[in-house]
């Protein structure tokens, strides 16, 4: 059945009026004034829309934001509501309907101590009166208890990477290899790998946001996922008028990032410049590895129209993490930028290594070694990348071509 449904979508998708497939603006167009964008076979339906907290406006927010274009009637559950209010735009005035750990003590700072909790949290939500439920997952949320005449569509921003294939960088990294608190901690990840897999199993559909994402699905929970990106605001960004001397790394600095990797490999080569954009838990980590290298430059915060500029003016922006997927590396191919990239993960499904029209370099390997050959192969193909070739390809993940796929996606599974 699951095949037949994935088979109908991509014959559909292919198939859905182009208009609907090219960027438009709609930032800036009320949820409550697009009813007409409903599917015919969700009119009449109650959509409750589940996302697992919210405290920021980030990815997954992005994510949220267009699924509440697409059904501007949907209800919205998530575990806590903490977002500030700056970043409630997209919500329009609507409430959230929360749990009961948003009145947990602390909660506000702390919400995520409360993970042993999330599971019964996020099933004490009573679904019964909604003919369509849209979790979108990258914790809990898709544990919704639902009917056999409800239809529940996962998007899975990744399975929890903390308890399945990260679960040992995770402890290393946090300090918990031993101890009672680790033990703990162990033990409490191996009952929610045995919930993660008993409540996998009652989602109808799960759509991945990338293929790698899809592929730790099938390992964690053996289920199929059909593969569609998360939308990104292509139209925000535009390549430059002109290309300067220095490379650009853009991220939360975070273990996973791997910015001391960069970091270090331009350090080896003190005639290319780095520019490092961001801030985290790691910063002191990530500056000592320069070790006073005079050709990297480091910028905390900077405001989104000079990231832009910046992401414009760039040779190429360089990464080392394994992301889900990698909007970053989506903006900065708007800007015209190509990207240098670890290449695993979510970006396989973004860069163009080796067509006919490339986009980036990817390198094998998160080491030293690795980077600095992928910078050596950059400078030998550069000449075969252009601003057109980047800009073209960030623009097959844009917002209303998720918007479209999501739509015929849920229409599908209702036929």
Not at 33 to 48: D, N, V
Not at 150 to 158: D, K, L, R, W
Not at 214 to 233: E, F, H, M, Q, S
Not at 305 to 325: H, P, S
């Amino acid at each position: 059945m699951v095949d037949a449904m994935m088979k109908d979508f991509n014959m559909s998708y292919a198939e859905a009026d182009p208009a609907d497939l090219v960027p438009d603006p709609v930032a800036a167009v009320s949820v409550t004034t697009r009813p007409e964008h409903a599917p015919s076979r969700l009119r009449g339906k109650r959509i409750a829309i589940v996302h697992d907290w919210l405290d920021t406006f980030a990815g997954s927010e992005s994510v949220l934001e267009q699924l509440l274009i697409c059904f501007p009637n949907a209800d919205i559950f998530a575990l806590v509501d903490f977002l500030k209010p700056d970043d409630r735009g997209f919500l329009h005035g609507r409430k959230v309907k929360t749990s009961f750990i948003q009145r947990l003590p602390g909660a506000r700072k702390i919400f995520r101590a409360y993970l042993g909790l999330m599971p019964l949290a996020i099933e004490q939500f009573d679904m019964s009166g909604y003919d369509v439920i849209i979790s979108s997952s990258h914790a809990v949320a898709k544990g919704v208890v639902t009917g056999p005449d409800q239809v529940h569509i996962s998007y899975v921003h990744s399975p929890m990477r903390y308890i399945w294939d990260f679960q040992h960088q995770y402890l290393k990294q946090s300090g918990l290899k031993w101890g009672l608190k680790a033990l703990y901690i162990r033990w409490l990840f191996g009952r929610l790998r045995q919930w993660d897999v008993s409540s996998a199993q009652h989602v109808d559909y799960f759509i991945a946001n990338s293929n790698y994402i899809g592929r730790r699905l099938k390992k964690a929970y053996a289920r199929d996922a059909t593969v569609i990106n998360p939308p990104v605001d292509v139209e925000r960004f535009a390549p430059g008028t002109h290309k300067e001397d220095f490379f650009l790394l853009v991220a939360r600095l975070v273990p996973y990032k791997r910015a001391d990797l960069i970091v270090e490999s331009f350090r080896l080569q003190p005639d290319r410049k780095l520019i490092v954009v961001g801030d985290g838990p790691e910063a002191a980590r990530v500056r000592a590895a320069a070790r006073g290298a005079t050709n990297i430059e480091f910028r905390s915060k900077v405001e989104k129209t000079e990231l832009i500029d910046l992401m414009q003016r760039a040779r190429a922006a360089v990464f080392a993490a394994e992301e889900d997927f990698g909007i970053t590396m989506v903006e900065a191919q708007a800007c015209g930028t190509p990207v240098i990239a670890f290449g695993r993960g979510g970006v396989t499904d973004i860069i163009d290594a080796d067509g006919g029209a490339p986009t980036g370099v990817l390198f094998d390997r998160q080491d030293v070694d690795s980077v600095l050959d992928g910078l050596a192969r950059f400078d030998r193909v550069c000449h075969r990348i252009t601003a057109e070739s980047c800009r073209a390809n960030a623009l097959r993940f844009a917002r209303s071509r998720f918007r479209a796929e999501i739509r015929n996606f849920v229409e599908i599974a209702l036929g």
